[in-house]
């Protein structure tokens, strides 16, 4: 069995930082696992979920979207079985639900095997 466990979210404005934080925990150890941070807004199906950012195994390797690069940071402590997603500058457009999730592949070829819950980011004007 294997967990994943989102923090971190809130209601921030426009231009604030916000840092998302995601455990890990089960089975197979933390750096087996690549991962990733999607996000979902109202009105979007599960499957329609946008990637945002995703890291490799080791995490020397990570993609973004087009609309965040320059924006979000994803990052990995490996020894605290967690990934983050610093955010900064936040644009209302950045409201949603944002989800971690463990799989495989590398950045641009993720394949998510376990989701978090979510955690609710609301920026406002």
């Known amino acids: 069995q294997v967990q994943v466990e989102e923090s971190g979210g809130g209601l921030v404005q426009a231009g604030d930082s916000v840092m998302l934080s995601c455990v890990v925990s089960g089975r197979r150890t933390f750096d087996k696992y690549a991962m990733g941070w999607f996000r979902q807004v109202p009105g979007k199906e599960r499957e329609e979920r946008e990637c945002?950012?995703?890291?490799?195994?080791?995490?020397?390797?990570?993609y973004y979207t087009d609309s965040v690069k320059g924006r979000f940071t994803i990052s990995r402590d490996i020894a605290k079985n967690t990934v983050y997603l610093q955010m900064s500058p936040l644009k209302t457009e950045d409201t949603a639900v944002y989800y971690c999730?463990?799989?495989?592949?590398?950045?641009?070829?993720?394949?998510?095997?376990?989701w978090g819950q979510g955690t609710q980011v609301t920026v406002s004007s």
């Open positions: 999730a463990a799989g495989r592949g590398d950045p641009w070829h993720f394949r998510e095997d376990y």
């Open positions: 945002v950012a995703t890291i490799n195994y080791s995490g020397d390797t990570t």
